[in-house]
């Protein structure tokens, strides 16, 4: 199995369902982000094809001589920017994958919304900017309404986005969403227009499906919780959501449609939803052809038993992926964030019955103003037998934990 540049959270996943799976596992990335592996990634690993993902005819090149030396029976994405990428590589090798000539919307916005108003998925209402002028005409003319969320047209991790409650802020907020013209750490070129999208009131949720030859098979819906305010930082998830189960499976249903739509065919795709309140309605705010983040394989698996790494590998090598649920427990992550940035002094975290942490940064570290996850710290998760206790569960461990930062 090659995997598409397996650095970030989702990465360790595919290491441990390649080892469950019996597979070997290969990486395809640049060779100074495979010199910052972690120890145990690359320790993982049974080798790299080092080439350049951001120029896509060498790498197809590259990737294509690296299969066929090495038998790959598989391509498998895992960072989100590099997704299309790895459609044509499946395709020239003519092995399972996603649809090349709507890859790119599962990264792009811009390409992503018109994909959802082609499927008649309900999403919400946008408008793109070059510059900040552009965006005030369009909000005015297509009527975006207040507040607005501005983001960038390809990025992740909630950096540039924010929610404006008027128009004083508008400028400024184009500007932060097209200030990554190149993606860290590849120097990958980026769409540098920004995106205006309605805001869509209500609670928000995730649900990952996992398609097989064109056939989607759900997963479960988790809760999310984000800050409020202008920026919107994810706090914690937790499996199940809570919601009745005539709604998860709207969810569920609304969540397939969005990654046929954006091409997934053989994959898994992470979407994220919104629900107006009153409403049976979710809205699609963005979907990805690739395992979440979060730690929400962990989550969902702890939750359920499905593991949708499992579920991701069995996809790609062109098997019928394992989503069926052995269990019907609950888990919650909750992240650990700073009051303002600065430089991390110490950080404790609780350790209670029933969870475990994880430290993101150490003693010394420069911690990010709180304004996109990468201001994290570290995390906590909690298991228990209902949705309500795990939550619980995990805020009085997250409360009890202690960030200094100076």
Not at 94 to 112: F, Q
Not at 162 to 187: C, F, I, K, N
Not at 211 to 221: I, Q, W
């Amino acid at each position: 199995m090659l995997v598409v540049e397996p650095m970030g959270n989702a990465g360790r996943f595919l290491v441990e369902a390649a080892d469950r799976l019996g597979v070997r596992l290969y990486a395809a990335t640049h060779q100074d982000v495979h010199d910052g592996y972690p120890d145990r990634l690359r320790a993982a690993l049974a080798g790299v094809c080092a080439t350049d993902l951001t120029d896509t005819p060498r790498a197809l090149e590259d990737m294509d001589a690296f299969c066929r030396r090495h038998a790959i029976a598989g391509v498998a994405p895992c960072f989100e920017l590099f997704t299309p990428l790895a459609a044509l590589l499946a395709e020239r090798l003519g092995l399972p994958g996603n649809a090349p000539g709507l890859a790119r919307a599962a990264r792009n916005k811009i390409l992503m919304g018109e994909a959802f108003a082609a499927a008649g998925i309900p999403a919400p209402r946008w408008a793109l900017a070059h510059d900040a002028d552009e965006a005030f005409r369009a909000a005015r003319e297509h009527a975006l309404g207040w507040p607005l969320v501005v983001k960038p047209a390809e990025q992740g991790g909630s950096w540039g986005v924010s929610v404006v409650d008027g128009p004083d802020r508008l400028a400024e907020a184009v500007g932060a969403a097209r200030q990554y013209t190149y993606a860290h750490p590849h120097g990958l070129e980026l769409d540098a227009r920004a995106l205006l999208q309605e805001y869509i009131p209500g609670e928000e949720y995730s649900c990952d499906t996992v398609v097989a030859d064109g056939v989607a098979y759900p997963l479960p819906v988790v809760a999310k919780d984000t800050t409020e305010g202008r920026y919107r930082i994810e706090t914690g998830h937790t499996c199940p959501s809570g919601l009745p189960a005539p709604l998860v499976r709207k969810v569920q249903h609304t969540a397939a449609r969005a990654a046929l739509a954006v091409g997934v065919r053989n994959g898994i795709a992470h979407t994220e939803v919104k629900i107006p309140p009153g409403t049976q309605t979710p809205y699609v705010i963005e979907t990805g052809a690739r395992l979440p983040g979060d730690n929400l394989c962990e989550i969902v698996e702890a939750a359920t038993g499905v593991s949708e790494a499992v579920a991701q590998l069995q996809a790609v090598l062109g098997l019928v992926p394992d989503t069926v649920p052995s269990r019907t427990d609950a888990a919650s992550i909750r992240f650990l964030l700073p009051e303002h940035g600065g430089v991390l002094r110490e950080v404790v975290i609780a350790d209670l019955p029933g969870t475990h942490g994880e430290v993101h940064l150490g003693p010394g570290d420069v911690v990010p103003e709180p304004a996109d996850s990468a201001c994290r710290i570290g995390h906590v998760v909690a298991r228990a037998e209902t949705a309500d206790q795990a939550r619980g569960l995990a805020d009085r461990a997250a409360a009890r934990s202690r960030v200094e930062v100076g």
